[in-house]
């Protein structure tokens, strides 16, 4: 068992950035690849991010790339999420989550594990 915990949502006007955690309990942190969704209201959960066990493989959805950089830091079980030049396009509930193997999937039904997520808002 995995547990996700997010932080680092909030308000924030377009063009600005944010920086959002989200910590493992798991030991076995390096055994996991770690995803980025994010859920707007009255829309799917979609993908934004993945990031293979290593940290060295990444993958983006085309809406973020070079605005968003997913990294990892398996010392401290936390994977991260910056997210630059922000748009009100952006504001959804950000949710991390986790699978096992090494295949950095964009279909959620892959993931196995998630957290409670946190809130971006972005305002224009």
């Known amino acids: 068992q995995v547990q996700l915990v997010e932080s680092g949502g909030g308000l924030v006007q377009a063009g600005g950035s944010l920086r959002l955690s989200c910590a493992a309990s798991?030991?076995?942190?390096?055994?996991?690849?770690m995803g980025w969704f994010r859920q707007a209201p009255g829309k799917e959960r979609e993908f934004v991010a993945a990031i293979s066990w290593s940290g060295r493989s990444t993958s983006y959805a085309d809406s973020v790339k070079v605005r968003f950089t997913i990294s990892r830091d398996n010392a401290k079980n936390t994977v991260y999420l910056q997210m630059n030049s922000l748009i009100p396009e952006d504001t959804a509930v950000y949710y991390c989550?986790?699978?096992?193997?090494?295949?950095?999937?964009?279909?959620?039904?892959?993931?196995?594990?998630w957290g409670q997520g946190t809130q971006v808002t972005v305002s224009s």
């Open positions: 989550e986790a699978r096992s193997g090494n295949y950095m999937s964009k279909d959620l039904r892959d993931y196995a594990y």
């Open positions: 798991r030991r076995a942190f390096t055994s996991y690849v």
